[in-house]
């Protein structure tokens, strides 16, 4: 089975400055999918970013980037130029091969201070 | 809007009723999943579906039953309710190949007293 830590239950960072998130996973499968999911406040799950462990590249979506490291089953999350838009809780999530299985780690609570 | 839509989006249950919780996707996805999220905690699996007629048990399956009848719709039904049950429930689904990040719906805030 696989398994999904958030190390980090709460973060703040000042508004325009940058702030890492931490995300390890487990798992003994050598294809998969990892993806970062935003909460806010009205709860709805928010997908961010995504990255195929096949693909050596980071992905990056705008002020979002993510720091693959396969070897070490790691995938951080930077957030490049925060905003007060930012401040939610943030899920780092496994996606299996097949396809059928989506595990989500514990969260990570992020505020953006003005 | 295309999308997964769940209702209702809040419900207040007594102990030993019955409810069912609807969930429908327009995006013609062959996955769905229903997780549940309790205060501060990341979510867990329920119940999962790979294709209509298909479901199979998650991480905390116990005191929720599932039926998949059609691509669109995956309900999730509730028949003794217990306090335990008081969490948020997210459905989702997701395509079977190529792009496997997965839609949400808005949530379910259930209440059991």
Known sequence: AQTVTQSQPEMSVQEAETVTLSCTYDTSESNYYLFWYKQPPSRQMILVIRQEAYKQQNATENRFSVNFQKAAKSFSLKISDSQLGDTAMYFCAFMNNAGNMLTFGGGTRLMVKP | ?113
């Open chain 2, 1 to 113: 809007n295309a999308g997964v839509t769940q209702t209702p989006k809040f419900r207040i249950l007594k102990i030993g009723q019955s409810m069912t919780l609807q969930c429908t996707q327009d995006m013609n996805h062959n996955y769905m999943y229903w997780y549940r999220q309790d205060p501060g905690m990341g979510l867990k699996l329920i119940y999962y579906s790979v294709g209509a007629g298909i479901t199979d048990k998650g991480e905390v399956p116990n005191g929720y039953n599932v039926s998949r009848s059609t691509t669109e719709d995956f309900p999730l039904r509730l028949e003794l309710a217990a306090p335990s049950q008081t969490s948020v429930y997210f459905c989702a689904s997701s395509y079977s190949r190529d792009i496997f990040s997965a839609f949400f719906g808005q949530g379910t805030r259930l209440t059991v007293v």
